[in-house]
Nanobody, 124 residues
């Protein structure tokens, strides 16, 4: 989707940190929750984290819980993903995605509207 734009992906060493940002350019398009998915080569996109746009309720995949933090800035129309203690298994294209109506839980298919993604590579 042209109205979702990610940035911040790069090459980082194991144990390092990155902050990804998603800019939502069209807020006339109503969303219930914003999320981050990731897709490794040869694999389907998997759910990483999501945040409700209005009440800020968050949720995380078990594989990133305690290491990643999602946040949103309603005034700036941005959603960030702070990633700490990165591991090689976190290597993937990270995709900003929108879920327009509930349920918006832990399933990637619920987040139908997606940006192009940003590459995160964690070297060992």
């Amino acid at each position: 989707q042209e109205w979702l734009s990610e940035s911040g992906g790069k090459l980082v060493q194991t144990g390092g940190s990155l902050r990804l940002s998603c800019t939502i350019s069209d807020r006339t398009f109503s969303t219930y929750a914003m999320g981050w998915l990731r897709q490794a080569p040869g694999k389907d996109a998997e759910f990483v984290s999501a945040i409700n746009w209005m009440d800020g309720n968050t949720r995380y995949a078990e594989t990133v819980k305690g290491r990643f933090t999602i946040s949103r800035d309603n005034a700036k129309n941005t959603v960030d993903l702070q990633m700490n203690s990165l591991e090689p298994k976190d290597t993937a294209v990270y995709i900003c995605a929108a879920c327009v109506r509930p349920p918006c839980t832990f399933y990637s298919f619920q987040y139908k509207y997606r940006g192009r993604g940003t590459q995160v590579t964690v070297s060992s």
